[in-house]
Nanobody, 114 residues
């Protein structure tokens, strides 16, 4: 059974940084497609960043150059480093794993004040 537990969200001022963590069990993050999504109130869930089993990374245009997705195989954890945060980055951030089907974490709230 796949379990994903996000942490690291919080309240930060514009221009600040946060690092989100997604601790996985039941899968190996090194062998699995992993992604970060976010959902703001009234909006659809959108893809923020992903990393394939081969290590290829991609980013939404709105976060490119500010956010970085990484993985630590020893800790079986995926991270999202978020720098130069903007109020429009405010959302609930979700971790997703895809292997024979999608699994989601419970989400972590990120609030960026202006």
């Amino acid at each position: 059974q796949v379990q994903l537990v996000e942490s690291g969200g919080g309240l930060v001022q514009a221009g600040g940084s946060l690092r989100l963590s997604c601790a996985a069990s039941g899968i190996s993050v090194r062998l699995t497609y992993m992604a970060w999504y976010r959902q703001a109130p009234g909006n659809q869930r959108e893809l923020v960043a992903d990393i394939t089993s081969g290590g290829s990374k991609s980013y939404a245009t709105s976060v490119k150059g500010r956010f970085t997705i990484t993985r630590d195989s020893a800790k079986n954890t995926v991270y999202l480093q978020m720098n130069s945060l903007k109020p429009e980055d405010t959302a609930v951030y979700f971790c997703k794993a895809y292997m024979y089907g999608s699994s989601w974490g419970q989400g972590t709230q990120v609030t960026v004040s202006s």
